[in-house]
Structure formats: structure tokens, C-alpha cells
């Protein structure tokens, strides 16, 4: 499917969650399709960008979660780390979570139960110092397998708007499959996520730590991954719905 393939599909469902992601960082892998498909629920296929498909790990601080149309004030904040793929379902692009590391427990044990999207709770810390982003992540939770990543993201150009990309194919590529699924207790869900196409900075990575690949049972990329940081991205989420094959 092509990047207008991508970008046609409006959104079905109306938000009633909203937040803000800070000082996001996306670390792009490419990966074998004959090796990650299997790792897919039916009925997903993977969504390929030039005959290549890819896994994402997203580290970020969420800002002001809360339900839609409470104030910002009343909303919840804490540092986030998610791995998924990319995937299209009936003619849809969307995005699979392996995993959703959060670390602020209630939201975390909350969000499995209404969202049905796969939240494990973590000890996560997120600190920006100039264009430095460092992020590291271990998760706790009991039963689940663990997990750690621990990385320093460094932006090119500054994180004060200079140096931002002009947003080629492959980034609105990414950033185009706004349906999420997750699978918890072998049963598929999905939600809606409505957010803009930001303005990117290109960003390089050094990775201390990461065992996400390993815990979620997915093929270890070699090769380096691309990185994106972006400082704020305000994004709304649907309710669920149920997936049936």
C-alpha cells in the first residue's frame, strides 16, 4: 500500500480521552515481514513501507490524561514507552502494541482493563537536558515478562524548532495509521487515535539497554534505527471496540 493509501482513511470513532505527548522519541527498526508476520493475530497483516516492514519503540512523557473536556489540570502524568508495528486490518492502517510500559500504576491497570491494550506497569523516568532526552524503563509488572530499555536520545538541530525535517514519505508513513489494536487475553481490540502530522527532528540514539524485543518475542533488528523527536503532540483516543475474526 502506498503512503495515499495511508493517509485516506478518516477516523470512525469520536475521542473521549485526550493527553499531550512530550519530548517523544521514535526509534524506527527495519525488519523482515517473513519474520515478524507471525507474530501478528489474526485477522492483522502488516503494513510494509517500500516491500520493508518495521518496528517502532515510542518513549515519551504523557501530559494531562484525562477524559475529554476536563481541564488539563485534573489530568494525570507520567513517562510511557511503547514497541509496535505497523499493520492494516479490512483496508485500514493502524498500529499493533506488543507492549504499553507505563509507570504510573492506576493509569496503567486502568487503561488494561477499559482499553484492553496491552499496559504492563513500570518504573520509567524521562528527563530532558537541552538536546539531550534520556528515558529508561523496567517493568514491574507481576507475571509479565520483563523488560528494560534504557537510551539517550540526542536531537539534531536543537529542540527550539531549528532543524526540523521537512516530513518525508517514510515519517508521514508512520505517523498515518491512526487505528491502534492490542490484544489482552488472546482477544483483539482497537481504538481510534486522533492527532495532527508533526514536524519531526532528526535525532540520533544510544542505547544502553533493551530487552523489549526479547520480552515481546519479536525478531531482534541489526541494523540501526532511524530516530524522530518531536517536543509536544496533543493526541485524543476513542472508546474500544472489540476486533472479531
Given at each position: 500500500m502506498t ?95 506488543f ?44 507475571g ?15 529542540t ?10 517514510r ?37 544502553e ?37
Open positions: 503512503l495515499e493509501h495511508v493517509q485516506m482513511f478518516p477516523l470512525s470513532r469520536l475521542p473521549v480521552l485526550t493527553m499531550t505527548a512530550e519530548d517523544v522519541c521514535c526509534l524506527h527498526w527495519p525488519v523482515d515481514p517473513d519474520e515478524l508476520s507471525p507474530r501478528l493475530p489474526a485477522p492483522l497483516d502488516l503494513s510494509l513501507f517500500d516491500g520493508t516492514a518495521w518496528l517502532s519503540v515510542v518513549a515519551f512523557r504523557a501530559t494531562g490524561v484525562r477524559p475529554r473536556g476536563l481541564p488539563s489540570s485534573r489530568g494525570r502524568s507520567f513517562p510511557q514507552l511503547r514497541l509496535q508495528t505497523y499493520v492494516w486490518h479490512q483496508g485500514t492502517p493502524g498500529r499493533y502494541f507492549s504499553i510500559d507505563a509507570s504510573d500504576r492506576l493509569v496503567a491497570h486502568l487503561f488494561r482493563l477499559t482499553s484492553r491494550m496491552p499496559y504492563f506497569t513500570a518504573d520509567s523516568h524521562i528527563e530532558r537536558d537541552g538536546r539531550a532526552i534520556r528515558f529508561d524503563s523496567r517493568r514491574e509488572q507481576i509479565a515478562p520483563s523488560a528494560t530499555f534504557e537510551t539517550t536520545v540526542t536531537v539534531d538541530g536543537g527550539d524548532g531549528s532543524g526540523v525535517l521537512d516530513g518525508g514519505d515519517d508521514r508513513w508512520f505517523v498515518g495509521h491512526h487505528r491502534v489494536f492490542g490484544a489482552v487475553g488472546g482477544t483483539l481490540w482497537a481504538l481510534d487515535i486522533d492527532r495532527e502530522t508533526p514536524s519531526f527532528r532528526s535525532a540520533t540514539a544510544t542505547i539497554e533493551n530487552t523489549l524485543f526479547e520480552a515481546a518475542g519479536v525478531p531482534s533488528p541489526t541494523a540501526d534505527p532511524t530516530v524522530r523527536y518531536h517536543r509536544a503532540w496533543p493526541m485524543h483516543a476513542s472508546r474500544p471496540w472489540r476486533i472479531r475474526s
